[in-house]
């Protein structure tokens, strides 16, 4: 029933933009490597609503140990919902309301009695824009060690921020002025400090919503670079506008479109053969 | 003519010139092919020419009316034989307005001298010309303006930038003429203080810890001899402002996060409101609450557990001060915690932190400036409040920390100084202008201390 609507809608869309002049059949199920072995979450008939109005349609989909797995798709597609409701973000969103599993490790996030707590230390989130506390930059690190008591003593504490900027790649940067704002950095400089924030509980999962929006493109280069690092460690959903980005930077691509999730697979096979009409065209340019 | 009657007509001459200016500008503009080719839309050649006839005009007659009465005083009794003006100053102003009244026809001219009748006839005859002479010169200035507005219209001139700058003068007049009031205050204070301090020795009362402010009335009274240490009056004020602060830092303060942070958006919808009708109600009305109710219940109260508690006691009016305040606070800081950014709550909820935790360590600090400005702004509110501390807070000056005594307070001391019967430049008087002073010193200063700690910690958070 949802998805017969949700054809309709989008059947209206496409005829009503001239670019978008596609015979599609966007009800057929997500196409490409959906799922994998022992993955570190999965989602499984993901609906999310705003109120009446529904964002994300059934979508499934597993997110590989140590994978950087990006998602893209037009403005309003929905891969942000999707993210935020990755780690229960969309809690804090008056009226939305997600149905489906969401696994991490076998564990079903939405369950009853879950503690969001612990589940987003597990799963940590960097935003679009860069948001430090109006703290120090060592107060801005020591945040999340502290509210969680991942350290005993002050010296566990220094190693702790010393250790997530070096990984963040800030240290070197920022090692002469701990206690000034964290305020005062430049754009990129604080999205690594967020980044770093991040780190310092030492999360199993990283989401990244659209990290780079904010920063010009030597930051963004920077930042590309730490991804590509930390994804040695942590297991990271990213979303992006740039599809060069998520070249750069992914193993696998996920596409969305108006809610749905068309078309997953390797982020090669993604760019240079699709298997979908609609993905192509996106990559394409045809729209988007 | 009467001065409110030219006002009028000023007004509507100034109209009129509206009407022409933009009339002429309509008719330059319709040969040249529109409204386009001209400078400035015709609205402002219009105004430009309301401007120039009514400005001058009534800036002459505002001149005029304050100048007017000082000049004709001095003239008459600049007339009057020297050996009939009196030498006091009193009795010089008594004079003056004998003749007046006369003048006016309020005094009947039966019995007077026949000198003062004279000086009464001229003076009803120099007004009379004033006032001619007056509507005169404004028609006259009035006219000129509104014809010199009229020729001025022309499709390059630039109307629009004119009648710009004239505007940015007004603006700028207002903010000048609310300054200067403030300043005016002051200074009236000030000189009477001075007066004050010619009699009291100003160290005495800044730090003299005794205050009884009766003087004597008659030279032979008794007993009454006046002392005026302020100190009591200031630690009274300052006791009952930090009770006042006990109760609406806390309580307010708390009702803010709730309201901005946890209540549903329902709740807020009437709950805010609600709150902020207790900012509504009138001090007189809490001042006999205090009085009335609350005194009374904690002076019982503290009879049960064998507490003495004076029936006009300084916790009852600091209570009750305290819940006049809670709406200012809670309030201001209302405001400044909802316009802490939504990023700010997601970055720190994404690291797991707890809804207080975000509260606690990242929404309250940043909202701290905000907050502790309108903690100050309620402070200076506490200390200058007058009329529960009236009703409630008791007369007697006592030096205590106590609030379960009773003390009295800067401002209520001032009321009762005013109110009495005592010659204006007794001391007694005088000296509710000292307290006034000082009590303005100290609000000033706590407002700069405000904005220091604000301006201190917005550098550090921004």
Not at chain 2, 19 to 41: C, E, F, K, M, T
Request: hydrophobic share 50%.
């Amino acid at each position: 029933m949802k998805q017969a609507k949700a054809a309709a809608k989008s059947a209206t869309d496409t005829k009503s933009n001239p670019k978008q002049n596609l015979e599609v059949d966007t009800t057929q199920a997500t196409v490409g490597n959906r799922f994998c072995e022992n993955p570190k979450m999965s989602m499984r008939d993901v609906n999310v609503f705003y109120g009446d109005k529904q964002a994300i349609y059934d979508v499934s989909v597993d997110i590989a140990k140590n994978e950087v797995i990006a998602m893209i798709g037009p403005s309003g597609c929905g891969k942000s919902t999707f993210l935020r409701s990755l780690n229960r973000m969309n809690d804090t969103v008056d009226g939305c309301k997600v149905e489906g599993e969401v696994l991490l490790d076998g564990h079903n996030i939405y369950q009853q009695n879950l503690d969001v707590v612990e589940l987003r230390a597990r799963v940590g989130m960097v935003f679009q824009k860069p948001n430090p506390f109006p703290k120090s930059i060592f107060e801005n690190i020591a945040y999340g060690p502290k509210i969680h008591g991942l350290a005993d003593s002050r010296v566990d504490l220094d190693e702790i921020v010393e250790g997530s900027l070096k990984k963040a790649g800030l240290w070197e940067e920022v090692k002469e002025r701990l206690h000034q704002p964290g305020t005062g950095l430049s754009g990129g400089q604080q999205q690594r400090l967020c980044i770093a924030r991040a780190i310092a509980v030492s999360p199993e999962v990283i989401l990244m919503d659209e990290p780079c929006s904010a920063l010009d493109p030597i930051a963004t280069a920077r930042i590309e670079e730490l991804i590509e690092e930390l994804s040695q460690n942590f297991t990271i959903a990213i979303v992006t506008h740039s599809m060069q980005q998520a070249a750069r930077v992914s193993h696998r691509t996920a596409y969305f479109h108006l809610g749905k999730l068309i078309e997953v697979n390797p982020t090669e096979q993604v760019f240079t053969m699709p298997e979908h009409q609609l993905t192509e065209a996106y990559i394409t340019g045809r729209f988007g | 003519m009467e001065s409110s009657n030219l006002f009028l007509l000023m007004l509507a001459l100034g109209a009129c010139a509206f009407y022409i200016g933009r009339g002429r500008s309509l008719a330059i503009a319709s040969p040249l092919g529109g409204v386009r080719h001209l400078h400035s839309l015709p609205n402002y050649y219009g105004l430009n020419a309301l401007l120039w006839c009514a400005l001058p005009s009534m800036g002459l007659l505002i001149l005029w009316l304050v100048l007017d009465e000082p000049v004709i005083n001095s003239i008459v009794m600049g007339a009057l034989p020297a050996e009939l003006v009196p030498s006091t100053k009193a009795d010089f102003n008594l004079l003056l307005n004998k003749i007046s009244n006369l003048a006016d026809g309020i005094m009947s001219a039966d019995g007077q001298p026949a000198f003062m009748v004279a000086a009464a006839e001229s003076m009803a005859g120099l007004r009379v010309i004033s006032q001619w002479v007056l509507t005169a010169i404004c028609l006259i200035l009035a006219t000129i303006g509104l014809y010199w507005g009229w020729r001025r219209v022309a499709a390059e001139y630039r109307a629009r930038q004119s009648v710009e700058r004239v505007m940015e003068n007004l603006l700028l007049a207002c903010a000048c003429l609310a300054i200067f009031t403030t300043v005016g205050i002051v200074f009236s204070v000030l000189f009477e203080s001075i007066q004050f301090f010619r009699s009291v020795p100003f160290f005495d009362f800044v730090f003299g810890s005794d205050w009884s402010p009766q003087t004597a009335i008659r030279e032979d009274q008794v007993g009454s001899s006046g002392s005026f240490g302020a100190v009591p009056l200031f630690v009274g004020t300052l006791l009952i402002s930090a009770v006042a602060m006990f109760v609406a830092v806390p309580i307010g303060l708390m009702s803010a996060i709730y309201l901005a942070e946890y209540s549903s958006k329902s709740v807020r919808t009437y709950a805010k409101p609600a709150l902020e009708v207790l900012a509504g109600v009138p001090t007189v009305v809490y001042g006999f609450f205090a009085a009335l109710t609350v005194a009374p219940f904690l002076r019982d109260l503290g009879a049960d557990f064998g507490l003495t508690i004076s029936s006009e006691s300084a916790l009852a009016a600091g209570l009750v001060m305290g819940v006049m305040i809670i709406p200012f606070i809670s309030s201001l800081a209302d405001d400044v915690i909802t316009a802490v950014p939504q990023a700010m709550r997601d970055g720190s909820l994404a690291m797991g932190a707890t809804h207080s935790e975000t509260v606690r360590k990242v929404v309250i600090p940043a909202a701290l400036p905000g907050i502790v400005a309108g903690i100050m702004l309620a402070i200076s509110r506490a200390i200058g409040e007058t009329m529960i501390v009236v009703m409630a807070a008791g007369l007697a000056a006592k030096l205590t920390a106590n609030p379960l005594e009773s003390v009295t307070t800067v401002t209520v001391q001032i009321v009762t100084l005013l109110t009495g019967d005592q010659e204006f430049d007794s001391p007694k008087t005088l000296a509710a202008f000292a307290l006034g002073l000082m009590l303005f010193t100290v609000t000033l200063l706590l407002n700069i201390f405000a904005l220091h700690i604000v301006k201190k910690y917005r550098e550090q958070y921004e």
